[in-house]
């Protein structure tokens, strides 16, 4: 969704005779200039390897495939299970799904995550709930870290250990979105905060 999305917010560039694909010739031609790594400097997949992985065409290739599966499948599953985002629920799966993408594709710098993390927060001022807190404070922590190393050169917590807290928010998140909790009222009925079911939804008049 969020490529589609990134291809259809192109289009106005046909107007100053650019390609509505901008977006995306300009991280290819980003990553094809940074050979030396895997990562940047976003606390991703890569990092809990170490810092940087080493880069060659074929391994980036590969990552980008991964990267692209696990969108696709993100997708299929919303499409198959017929869910509906409430306006709340659109913010935390828009959030998730840009912290996908800085986890799993090469070349991330900690900058590219922003959008994903501010979305985070809101979710979380816009309705309290106790997953998305912890999630937002292991991201954020990872995040401050990799600013802190950035721009001071300031390493107080392992690389590793970051990159795996990254990857826990992730589960957690994907977890609080996707996982239906059970109605405290005596039908036990499942239900989920942020979606519903097409099948749920009130017939129209």
Not at 116 to 143: D, H, P, Q, S, W
């Amino acid at each position: 969704m969020l490529p589609l999305s990134l291809a259809i917010s192109g289009l106005p560039l046909l107007l100053f005779n650019m390609s509505p694909l901008w977006g995306f010739e300009n991280y290819f031609n980003q990553t094809s200039q940074h050979t030396v790594a895997l990562s940047m400097n976003y606390m991703n997949l890569y990092m809990s390897m170490g810092w940087g992985i080493p880069e060659h065409a074929f391994l980036r290739n590969m990552v980008l495939g991964v990267a692209l599966f696990i969108l696709i499948m993100i997708t299929a599953f919303v499409i198959a299970k017929r869910i509906t985002f409430n306006s709340h629920g659109l913010f935390l799966y828009s959030s998730f799904i840009i912290l996908i993408c800085t986890f799993f594709l090469p070349n991330m710098h900690e900058r590219y995550a922003y959008v994903g993390e501010v979305l985070l927060l809101l979710c979380l001022v816009l309705k309290f709930r106790l997953r998305v807190l912890i999630a937002t404070v292991m991201i954020y922590l990872a995040n401050f870290s990799s600013y802190l190393y950035t721009l001071f050169q300031l390493n107080f917590l392992p690389i590793k250990f970051l990159a795996i807290l990254n990857l826990a928010a992730l589960i957690l998140l994907a977890y609080e979105l996707f996982v239906p909790d059970k109605r405290t009222s005596e039908s036990a009925d499942s239900y989920n905060p942020y979606w519903s079911l097409k099948s749920q939804l009130p017939a129209s008049d």
